[in-house]
């Protein structure tokens, strides 16, 4: 079996938990885990069908669907091939929770224009609230968008999305990346001297608090302007990310 690196990703991608040996010999046989499994019979794939696996640590391996059996799927591994399809640019977002779809929206779009990670936060105009144990099972659902998000769009390697945090406890977290928080009041060439690494703070539907404003201030956060119009909160960020990576000369 031949696979063409080059157009691996019009294949139909699985990511697989377990990490995958890199240094045993081609071609070789696996069985697929739960998730990949299931994604598999989803799309009604047949024997002999060829697919692509990556186990988030970095390029992909070529494969062809051997068996799919009642309690697990067999593929045969040809080959590993060290293709990244990340950004240059090491960006966090930082969201407000959003209420319904929106968060799963966001952080599948981010996750598409190569953000690092994820850190969803809840602030004090958030419509949206999170207990303890409910924000624990929303930041697990998230990274399954994460991972669904990286099988569609090409990614080798997950963007992480870590735990909901209160903004004021964030703001406490030391941080060696620049951090700037979008707001339609802040001076305007502000984003100008924005470079990665960076955090990317985006306020609720309602927007920041003053308070929060002034404690992000106090801690170092700059405010960046992103033109005339008050852009949504699922606008907002994406808009950001975008704008960097053209700068950065990623898109052009």
Do not use: Y
């Amino acid at each position: 079996m031949h696979q063409d690196s080059s157009a691996s990703f019009l294949l139909p991608r699985f990511f697989v938990a377990a990490s995958i040996a890199r240094d045993g010999a081609f071609p070789r046989t696996i069985a697929l885990d739960e998730h990949a499994s299931m994604h598999l019979r989803v799309l009604r794939l047949r024997e002999d069908e060829l697919v692509t696996l990556f186990d988030g640590a970095g390029g992909e391996f070529a494969a062809r669907i051997v068996s799919i059996g009642k309690r697990e799927v067999v593929v045969e591994l040809s080959a590993h091939h060290a293709i990244e399809r990340e950004s240059t640019l090491d960006i966090t977002l930082v969201q407000a929770l959003a209420t319904g779809d929106k968060m799963d929206w966001i952080i599948q779009k981010a996750t598409e224009l190569g953000v690092t990670a994820i850190q969803p936060i809840q602030t004090q105009r958030a419509t949206a609230k999170l207990n303890a144990e409910r924000a624990e099972k929303r930041a697990a659902h998230w990274q399954g968008v994460v991972t669904a998000a990286c099988e569609q769009c090409g990614r080798n390697r997950l963007p992480k999305v870590h735990s909901v945090m209160d903004f004021a406890a964030w703001l406490k977290k030391p941080s060696a990346v620049q951090r700037v928080m979008l707001h339609p009041d802040a001076t305007r060439g502000t984003w100008s001297k924005v470079r990665a690494p960076v955090a990317i703070i985006i306020g609720p539907e309602g927007g920041f608090a003053q308070d929060e404003i002034f404690d992000a201030e106090r801690a170092g956060v700059a405010l960046a302007n992103f033109g005339a119009r008050v852009l949504r909160t699922e606008t907002a960020g994406l808009a950001a990310i975008t704008a960097l990576q053209v700068v950065a000369g990623e898109w052009i």
